[in-house]
């Protein structure tokens, strides 16, 4: 009788997670786990326990030759874990886009880690891309960074306007700048808003005209000046030389 093949052996995971808060990261975890078919309950009341800060991560090894590694924060911590062990395991877990800053950034991860034969589970995406950088669902990814590169120019958005809002306090109430406009006393990117930076952008190298701007954009000229003149960063315009 000739011998069967021995059963091959589950690929080693390493599950990472930082989130902002602790009932957030819980909450990460205990999807991230469920994925993989691992218990939570005992664990996340471990979690629960530590006193986690954004300069520590909680690291513990699972069944079937697993790890977790989680922070409350930013994901320093955990980065630095999963840069110590990542040679480890066969496969980084992570729930989603959020622990990048960039789309370039996850790409970035990308390299890296088909570089060293080691592939990439997106759990909230249902994304799997292999060792190899393949990935079967590739409308799926795409979406996926679709969406997140969205939100974080959204995100950044924000960012700029808070910057903005906070070091020149030009704006107390009344018609909104152009591109902008208040939901519930805050101000907030309009849909033409990315629009409007990019005619502003030609303005101001001198590819199009204030008054051929301001037609574009259904505005008075003067409003295209205090644009170039008052809110350079609220544009994304570099400074004025």
């Given at each position: 009788m000739a011998e069967s093949d021995p059963p091959a052996s589950s690929p080693r995971q390493l599950i990472a997670v930082a989130e902002p808060s602790m009932s957030k990261l819980l909450d990460t975890v205990k999807r991230c786990l469920a994925d993989t078919g691992i218990e939570s309950r005992g664990l996340l009341r471990e979690i629960r326990s530590e006193n986690l800060d954004t300069d520590s991560a909680f690291q513990c090894s699972l069944p079937g030759g697993n790890a977790l590694v989680c922070s409350v924060g930013e994901g320093e911590a955990v980065a630095a874990a999963v840069a110590n062990h990542l040679a480890s395991y066969d496969v980084l877990v992570f729930d989603n886009f959020s622990r990048f800053?960039?789309?370039?950034?996850?790409?970035?991860?990308?390299?890296?880690?088909?570089?060293?034969?080691?592939?990439?589970?997106?759990?909230?995406?249902?994304?799997?891309?292999?060792?190899?950088?393949?990935?079967?669902?590739?409308?799926?990814?795409?979406?996926?960074?679709?969406?997140?590169?969205?939100?974080?120019?959204r995100e950044e958005t924000r960012r700029d306007i808070d910057q903005w809002a906070e070091n020149e306090r030009e704006y107390h109430g009344g018609r909104p700048p152009l591109g902008f406009d208040?939901?519930?006393?805050?101000?907030?990117?309009?849909?033409?808003?990315?629009?409007?930076?990019?005619?502003?952008?030609?303005?101001?190298?001198?590819?199009?005209?204030?008054?051929?701007?301001?037609?574009?954009?259904?505005?008075?000229?003067?409003?295209?000046?205090?644009?170039l003149e008052k809110r350079r960063k609220l544009y994304r315009l570099p400074e004025a030389t």
């Amino acid at each position: 009788m000739a011998e069967s093949d021995p059963p091959a052996s589950s690929p080693r995971q390493l599950i990472a997670v930082a989130e902002p808060s602790m009932s957030k990261l819980l909450d990460t975890v205990k999807r991230c786990l469920a994925d993989t078919g691992i218990e939570s309950r005992g664990l996340l009341r471990e979690i629960r326990s530590e006193n986690l800060d954004t300069d520590s991560a909680f690291q513990c090894s699972l069944p079937g030759g697993n790890a977790l590694v989680c922070s409350v924060g930013e994901g320093e911590a955990v980065a630095a874990a999963v840069a110590n062990h990542l040679a480890s395991y066969d496969v980084l877990v992570f729930d989603n886009f959020s622990r990048f800053e960039t789309v370039g950034d996850f790409a970035n991860l990308v390299e890296t880690l088909t570089s060293v034969g080691t592939a990439i589970r997106i759990v909230a995406h249902d994304i799997y891309i292999d060792a190899d950088g393949s990935c079967e669902d590739v409308p799926g990814l795409l979406f996926g960074l679709d969406s997140y590169g969205v939100k974080l120019q959204r995100e950044e958005t924000r960012r700029d306007i808070d910057q903005w809002a906070e070091n020149e306090r030009e704006y107390h109430g009344g018609r909104p700048p152009l591109g902008f406009d208040v939901e519930d006393g805050e101000l907030v990117a309009a849909p033409n808003y990315t629009e409007v930076c990019e005619v502003l952008a030609k303005v101001d190298a001198g590819e199009m005209s204030q008054q051929a701007g301001a037609r574009y954009l259904d505005c008075a000229r003067h409003t295209i000046v205090r644009a170039l003149e008052k809110r350079r960063k609220l544009y994304r315009l570099p400074e004025a030389t």
